[in-house]
């Protein structure tokens, strides 16, 4: 769109892909990215991570025609430590799947460049949810290793998965938050404003993750493309919303016509709402990786289209 007509951001989605990267994975902010990842994981004094480098966010192509996909914010530690920081804001039924996924693929990386199994470094995840994916937990941060079934024992540290649940946390004082709560505060929706800003008050890194807020907010180039980020993210919506309605009113309809037929209509219901339970799960699967490979104009085509939307189902392997 043209400069002079992007509105401006009066309430910014700080989950919004173009801003969380311009904030957390840029080389202008990294002191910024080492205190997240330092107050997430709980790391202070000699156990706290001193510095990071950015890492190529290009991964090994996940599909068999060579496309590729890439990481929202990817770091090297002072340790050799990886840390792969993701943010994800659609339900997705398939979002450990492909968070084990990423992980072996930096994981294994480095072999690939010739080194030795015991030159294999920790690989961290740190998952940033902004829907509830473990609704059977009250706690809003799951951490996840490889541990021996009986003894609950710690096989190896090289594996790391943290998923935050940003929706889940409810904080009464604001002013008793402990420094991992104090960022998952500032992304989480349930959080004003004046709230952060007192966070900022005695935080000086969210102090300037708000400062740099502002920033974002005179930059047009960034503006522009973080409002063409929004209006995709809602057409997604929109059209899994849409899919999932239309499905449920259908169902409706052939429960009434066939309500006599008790039996059959129970078989063919369930079937019939497995069919649309997976053909949903196929849509959100296709139109998140055609988001994380940047394809807008596809994503566009896939929610007008049905024929395209079939092609690429089958494309993507995921029909």
């Given amino acids: 769109m ?21 904030l957390l994975g ?17 790391r ?5 991570f001193t510095s990071i480098t950015f890492s190529d966010k290009e991964i090994v192509p996940p599909r068999i025609d060579g496309k ?30 492909r968070s084990l996924y990423y ?26 949810l902004d829907f509830n994916r473990f609704p059977q937990y009250d706690t809003y941060v799951n951490t996840y290793h490889i541990t021996n079934d009986d003894t609950h024992d710690i096989l190896t540290n090289h594996l790391e998965m943290h998923f935050i649940e940003l929706k889940k946390i409810h904080i009464s004082d604001i002013k008793k938050l402990k420094r991992s709560e104090r960022w998952i505060a500032y992304f989480s929706p ?10 900022a008050m005695s935080d000086t890194a969210i102090r300037e993750a708000m400062d740099y807020e502002k920033q974002f907010a005179t930059n047009n180039e960034l503006k522009s ?8 993210m809602r057409d997604i919506a929109s059209a899994l919303y849409s899919r999932e309605k ?26 019939q709402e497995r069919g649309e339970k997976t053909g949903r799960q196929a849509l959100s699967a296709l139109l998140q990786k055609l988001l994380q490979e940047g394809r807008t104009e596809d994503i566009n085509r896939v929610l007008q289209d049905n024929e395209y939307q079939e092609k690429l189902l089958q494309e993507y392997h995921l029909k």
């Fill in 2 to 22: 043209p400069m002079q007509d992007i509105p401006d951001i009066t309430h910014l989605n700080r989950l919004n892909d173009v801003f969380f990267k311009a």
């Fill in 26 to 42: 840029s080389e202008e902010r990294k002191t910024l990215t080492l205190n997240f990842i330092n107050a997430i994981l709980n």
């Fill in 44 to 48: 202070e004094g000699s156990n706290a």
């Fill in 68 to 97: 590729l996909s890439f990481l929202d914010v990817l770091v090297k530690m002072d340790d050799g430590t990886r840390v792969h920081v993701e943010v994800q804001v659609l339900m997705d039924e398939y979002m450990v799947n």
């Fill in 103 to 128: 992980w072996g693929r930096i994981y294994s990386r480095e072999l690939e460049k010739g080194d030795l199994y015991g030159d294999l470094r920790p690989v961290i995840t740190i998952n940033l």
């Fill in 190 to 199: 349930n959080f004003t404003d004046q709230e952060r800003r007192a966070l």
């Fill in 225 to 232: 493309a973080y409002w063409e980020h929004e209006r995709t």
């Fill in 246 to 271: 239309a499905g449920q009113e259908r169902g409706e309809r052939i429960g009434q016509e066939r309500g006599e037929r008790i039996g059959q209509e129970r078989g063919e219901r369930i079937g």
